[in-house]
């Protein structure tokens, strides 16, 4: 697990140059990596809404995680959901997808999600997208 937030975020006495050049070394050595990840088997056309947000995060893994964090902001940034998760995190959901998390994400208020995220350790995510949001681009 790394945490990329740490890796990228401003640090005393280090260069963006730096940074960046650390962030591309250890994502190129990542993908190097021989992971071997379990295959979720869904149903096709199993829409049914996640039992919880803990279960909603278990099944649809980080873009799940994408999806909740850019609801905690999605009041600040009225555009819609697909362009808040690309323009905050720099992902770009198919429509099919998007739409699919949104069919399964429960019904949860954006400080129940929040919660959720500080207790599954995206804090650091949490923040960078409440300043990004307020419009903080350090």
Known sequence: MVCTAAIVSRSIGVSRTEQADLFTRTLAELDALDVSRPTVIREVGSESKAKNLEAFLDEEGPEGAALLLAMTVGEKW???????????????????????????MPEAKPED??????????????????QLAAGDQT
């Open 78 to 104: 009225p555009k819609g959901l697909a362009i808040t998760v690309q323009n905050l995190l720099g992902l770009k959901l198919p429509a099919g997808r998007l739409e699919h998390l949104q069919n399964r």
């Open 113 to 130: 999600i929040s919660a959720v995220l500080r207790h599954r350790g995206w804090s650091a995510y949490l923040r960078r997208v409440a």
